[in-house]
């Protein structure tokens, strides 16, 4: 328990701050003494200098790891220990792959962008080795395993989609505005069904998939086109795949949540703060629009989506004389359409320091502040107080209202203050539409605050409420609007 609570007291036990390094084993070999002690266990280098005192079998035997491989070590002491979840505030990095190792399967890493950069991708110089991702590959006699090390801690809401059609696998990752891809075709068969595992704060997806015939493979497979290619996703084609319609929940007199299972060999992963699109024929013609993804219900009891998912839940307002809505209202439990993979500009990084959230909706923009207010609620440790304002015309166009209001109830740091355009005699809340007056009494600014606000709704909302909230001083970097 001593150990468990320095690893939560937020001290930086590996000296880098939470940077992961690649590590050469020149490097690792410096670091061999009770002070300065790491290990490499299955390829991943620790810090264990901080842990030695805690050490159950005591110093010395955790110094015969010092400076070197222990993986055989630890295994024959104690295989069964959970070391990545004990060690992962020690984490210092990979280890750089020897050239024999590459022909057993790790593929070096080709150049690659900056993860932040905002230049056009055509312009980026090409990054340091150190932030290019990895993958390498293991197998057992029924299963192969491919291991994506990202270098940095991802959203605990996952950032891949896997897609496995007629042997031919491609694993996409999402980093911020870069996308890593594997496109492989596979060497030999597996079975149609995959799971992916992410381990949030090491930064690692791992794939599963089960051979069809038992055995050792010699390699992996054939790279494909754009095989182990780290690019700004504004670069990087969609991809598609066909989901069926598998139910429809009225929520309004006017929206539905439509319920979308992928393919079999599908597994996706939906960043928060991002959409999809959805692609079909109507009447010849090509249609295809953007929809952001909730959850089935809005605070489901698990707090981490450690897994990835093979359903989609889109939350979509049926317009009398939209083409393309009409024609989903249509469509029978099924009936399939093409969804893509994620898409979007949102990003987490400026939640993780914020006071105070404020969603500004409208209608269904509402959508993308289901999942952020999820996301605020159960990852972001400074938060004091998230607060929706939700304009809608009527009573009945309001999305979710038992589980906003209950949700409000419940959680002290939520609050959801709902305005009607177009209230009845009856309604005792707030009445209008968005303007300074409102925005005043809502959007305090506390003494010592960090505050981020979040708009969606119509164009004409959008670009009023963002006007607004400018002229109440708030800068660029602390407003993010939801474009449809």
């Known amino acids: 328990m001593d150990w468990i609570r320095l690893t939560k007291s937020g001290k930086d036990l590996t000296g880098f701050r939470g940077r992961l390094i690649e590590v050469t084993e020149e490097e690792l070999r410096k670091h061999n003494t009770r002070d300065d002690c790491w290990t490499c266990i299955r390829g991943m ?3 264990v200098s901080p842990y030695m005192q805690f050490h159950p079998g005591g110093e010395d035997e955790l110094l015969k790891a010092a400076g070197v491989d222990g993986t055989d070590l630890f295994d024959q002491v104690h295989r069964w220990v959970n070391y990545e979840s004990m060690l992962k505030e020690c984490l210092v990095g990979r280890m750089a792959a020897k050239p024999s190792t590459l022909i057993h399967g790790l593929y070096p890493s080709s150049p690659s962008t900056l993860l932040e950069s905002n230049l056009p991708s055509s312009l980026l110089p090409p990054p340091t080795k150190d932030h290019c991702p990895r993958f390498d590959w293991f197998q057992t006699d029924v299963t192969v395993n491919i291991t994506v090390y990202t270098k940095c801690k991802i959203p605990t809401s996952g950032i891949t989609v896997v897609d496995l059609q007629g042997g031919t696998l491609r694993v996409e990752v999402f980093l911020g505005k870069l996308s890593y891809l594997l496109h492989l075709q596979l060497s030999h068969e597996v079975q149609e069904h995959l799971s992916v595992h992410t381990a949030s704060a090491v930064g690692r997806v791992q794939v599963c998939m089960h051979k069809v015939s038992s055995g050792q493979w010699a390699k992996l497979g054939e790279p494909l086109e754009s095989h182990d290619s780290f690019l700004h996703r504004k670069d990087c084609a969609l991809f598609y795949r066909k989901c069926v319609l598998v139910s429809k929940t009225h929520v309004t007199h006017d929206t539905s949540v439509f319920h979308f299972q992928m ?10 703060g991002e959409h999809v699109y959805l692609k079909t024929t ?16 809005l605070m489901p009891n698990s707090l981490e989506s450690t897994e990835a998912t093979a359903d989609v839940f889109l939350m979509i ?4 004389d939209g083409v393309f809505t009409q024609h989903l209202c249509g469509l029978n439990i099924g009936d399939s359409l093409a969804i893509s993979s994620p898409n979007g500009s949102f990003s987490l990084r400026p939640l993780h320091d ?3 959230l404020y969603l500004l909706a409208a209608g269904t923009g509402f ?3 289901a999942r952020l207010i999820r996301f ?12 929706l304002m939700f304009f809608n015309r009527q009573e009945s166009d309001i999305l979710w209202r038992s589980e906003l209001d209950q949700l409000a109830e419940m959680e002290e740091k939520f609050e959801v203050k709902h305005v009607l355009s177009e209230p009845s005699d009856d309604w005792t809340g707030c009445r209008g539409r968005i303007d300074a007056s409102l925005l005043m009494d809502f959007m305090s600014r506390p003494k010592e605050s960090r505050c981020f606000v979040c708009i969606c709704g119509p164009t004409p909302f959008t670009k009023l409420a963002r006007g607004l909230v400018q002229q109440m001083g708030y800068c660029d970097e602390e407003i993010h609007t939801f474009l449809g």
């Open 263 to 272: 393919p079999p060999g599908t597994v996706m992963q939906i960043p928060v």
């Open 367 to 369: 959508t993308p502040m």
């Open 282 to 297: 109507v009447k010849g013609n090509k249609v295809v629009k953007p929809y952001t993804p909730v959850d089935k219900i």
């Open 317 to 320: 307002k049926v317009y009398p």
């Open 354 to 356: 914020i006071t105070h």
């Open 45 to 47: 280098v620790y810090n």
């Open 376 to 387: 605020t609620l159960h990852n972001v440790g400074n938060l004091r107080n998230t607060k």
